[in-house]
């Protein structure tokens, strides 16, 4: 018996606009992947905006709501009979609908009539009696209030059908909202995108605020309508309504205080605010340097920092210090298409810049604490491989220091050329991975270029000026996030060496491949560092290093693949001839002293 004709629920016989949907609608429940309903094995959970008399509702409650819950791939097709059993953990149905404000009859009746209907499903449901943007807001308050509560409130909508006001602006705030509330594995559905009342080119139609929704969202959904089997044979554009399955996380996205009372919607106003990081929707500033030399290994930075960050906003900022066009579309394209919360912002190098000034792109990043538009930045050497989140990193409180870095492993109290001032603690950093605060920098700038100047020709250079400017004022950062020398000299016992957490390097979140890219043969053969030091994409490559093989791999995930095994490995072979030449130069004209 279907819904709309069950003697027990009470609908108008005249307005049933939704039973026709209901085998399009069947064939999209499999496609839910949700972690909790998908995955945890969870009742589903559904939010309608536009709800009437609750058709639509009922149909969900006793199909969607009643299915057994999917725990593993591939999803059975859930029961497509009415079932008796009580309500499955976590399943709810919420339906925001104004209902005239109760300020009619009718809106009156269609209220009473939702909650009888609903009532006789045994199902959880929740009717929020408002405009939508005011009840999508509640729902968006509540779901932050969730965040802080203990035990964790699962928050967030495995369904989301958005059948509301027909006018576009209206149509894009109610996605843009819904979108928020929506599970990564979750479908959204918007009604009406063929509506033939008005013109599809006027503001009282919702097509244009769903093209616009998708053009803002794009990369962060698979379309399922319009494809044959969907229930939309006839292509993108062409269907009466969008389904999309939403393929990020979830982003609330909104502020209010912690105390926030959910029922009343009132606040006690003390001022406390709940200091998460997704609530507050902050993110991680990067800065990187590089010119064409670094360009390739800089996309593997990047698309592994990416990779293993996952769901955080991202700003890059890449100091151009020589990239072609070439270089910078390959940099582009090597960020996942998917990973709409990132982007990337090509600084160009200021013409009095150090690196124009010293005649080197090792000082881009001092110029890089100038020219980033931002307070706080992560500054990445191009010769690193990221193999974990970096909030941890990102977080870390530098407890008043302007800068945060790990040891230099292989030089802990300085080298031959340098030596730790007496203010200093003694240790030596390396500047591959800097946590920094850019406005206790700035204050201080011109003394960080006199130090520059100063050690313009010292051996590790911006390395050694920085550790002159910072000696007493950095906070010591776990090699865990700088491990230097693995497979190598950090297995050599040297002045400082008790210092380092060999330990910390026993699974790194950041590997920093330090060595030259193309090493000399006294290099090589230097009997004291074996195996030699040097960056996995050079003709030597790695030997020795545990994570040698990873960066190879990792480097096929970018777009450079093709340059790599082509071209750059031609490069290499005449770079492993050259040197062993240039070497047996040396030597006969040393025999001949």
């Known amino acids: 018996m279907s819904i709309s004709t069950a003697e027990h629920y009470d609908f108008t016989p005249t307005q049933d606009w939704f039973s026709h949907n209901i085998p399009h609608w069947k064939s999209l429940f499999p496609h839910i992947r949700t972690e909790s309903y998908y995955v945890k094995g969870n009742g589903a959970r559904i939010m309608e905006i536009g709800s009437w008399e609750g058709r639509s509702a009922v149909f969900l409650a006793n199909e969607l709501c009643k299915a057994r819950a999917p725990t593993h791939a591939p999803p059975a097709p859930p029961s497509t009979s009415v079932s008796s059993t009580p309500a499955h953990a976590h399943s709810e149905v919420v339906c925001i609908d104004h209902f005239d404000l109760f300020k009619s009859e009718a809106g009156k009746e269609r209220y009473k009539r939702i909650n009888h209907n609903l009532s006789l499903t045994n199902e959880n449901f929740r009717i929020i009696p408002e405009f939508s943007v005011t009840g999508l807001m509640r729902l968006l308050n509540e779901a932050v209030v969730a965040e802080d509560q203990e035990p964790l409130v699962e928050q967030g909508f495995d369904w989301t059908y958005i059948d509301g006001s027909h006018r576009s602006d209206d149509t894009l705030l109610d996605g843009e909202l819904a979108w928020r509330l929506t599970r990564k594995g979750g479908l959204m559905i918007f009604d009406d995108y063929l509506w033939n009342v008005e013109p599809e080119t006027s ?96 996309s593997v930075l990047l698309s592994t920092l990416i990779e293993h960050t996952p769901g955080r906003k991202i700003s890059i900022y890449l100091l151009d210090c020589g990239l072609s066009e070439l270089d910078k579309i390959r940099i582009q394209q090597s960020i996942p298409s998917s990973s709409s919360n990132i982007t990337l912002n090509f600084l160009t190098l200021p013409s009095d810049s150090l690196t124009a000034r010293l005649g080197s792109s090792v000082w881009a990043k001092v110029d890089l604490i100038k020219v980033a538009p931002v307070e706080r930045i992560l500054y990445l050497d191009g010769d690193i491989l990221v193999r974990s989140d970096v909030w941890s990193l990102w977080d ?26 007496p203010e200093g603690s003694g240790k030596y950093f390396n500047a591959g991975v800097l946590l920094m605060d850019l406005t206790k920098h700035r204050a201080e700038f011109d003394e960080l270029v006199a130090q520059c100047h100063a050690k313009k020709d010292s051996k590790y250079a911006d390395q050694d000026a920085l550790n002159a400017h910072f000696a007493g004022k950095w906070k010591e950062l776990n090699l865990q996030w700088n491990a230097q020398g693995l497979g190598t000299y950090v297995n050599y016992e040297a002045a400082g060496r008790h210092w380092v957490d060999r330990q910390s390097m026993f699974n790194p979140s950041i590997v920093h491949f330090t060595g030259p890219v193309h090493p000399s043969l006294v290099e090589v053969l230097n009997p004291y560092v074996q195996p030699y030091t040097s960056k996995p994409w050079g003709y030597a490559g790695s030997p020795g290093h545990p994570y040698a093989k990873e960066w190879v791999a990792a480097v096929g995930k970018t777009s450079w693949l093709e340059f790599y095994e082509g071209d750059w490995k031609d490069l290499c072979e005449e770079t492993k001839k050259r040197v062993a030449e240039e070497a047996l130069e040396k030597f006969h004209a040393e025999l001949e002293v």
């Open 203 to 298: 503001i009282e139609h919702p097509k244009r605020g769903i093209d616009g929704f998708l053009a803002l969202h794009r990369g962060e959904y698979e379309r399922l309508s319009g494809k044959e089997g969907l229930g939309g044979d006839k292509g993108e554009g062409k269907e009466y309504q969008v389904v999309l399955r939403k393929t990020v996380d979830m982003r609330i996205g909104y502020l209010l205080p912690s105390n926030y009372d959910t029922v009343s919607n009132s606040s006690k106003n003390d001022g406390s605010n709940i200091l998460t990081s997704s609530a507050f929707g902050y993110g991680i500033n990067i800065g990187v340097a590089c010119d064409s030399a670094y360009a390739m290994p800089t």
């Open 396 to 421: 870390i409180d530098l407890e008043g220091n302007p800068i945060g870095a790990a040891l230099d492993v292989g030089n802990p109290t300085g080298h031959a050329g340098y030596t730790t001032t």
